[in-house]
């Protein structure tokens, strides 16, 4: 027996899964195929030392769902390079119109 959402196996006896409380299966369908990975093309918005700007530039792309991928972030400011902000080219006026407050002219 099987539970069709975690996909664990139990002994034969048991009627629902322990976890996720649904009635276990006989079998299971086979595994899905991972998705092919999506090439995304990146543009960079704003770099920055200060890990404070930093936290707060996160929030206001994460309140708004904005997909991004922070470079070089170190929790040590006077270390290595800046943190790299950067996000899809199809979203970068977006982003510079979010961050506008932040990213020096």
């Given amino acids: 027996m099987f539970c069709p959402k975690c996909r664990s196996e139990y002994q034969e006896g048991f009627l629902k899964c322990a976890d996720c409380l649904v009635p276990l299966v006989e079998s299971l369908p086979p595994d899905e195929p991972e998705p092919t990975p999506e090439y995304v093309d990146l543009q960079e918005i704003m770099t920055s030392f200060d890990s404070g700007e930093i936290a707060i530039v996160r929030s206001i792309l994460d309140d708004h769902r904005m997909p991004y991928v922070v470079e070089g972030e170190t929790f040590i400011p006077s270390y290595g390079m800046p943190a790299r902000f950067l996000v ?4 970068v006026i977006k982003a510079m119109e ?8």
Avoid: V
């Fill in 88 to 91: 899809p080219k199809n979203k």
């Fill in 98 to 105: 979010l961050l506008k407050d932040f990213i020096k002219a």
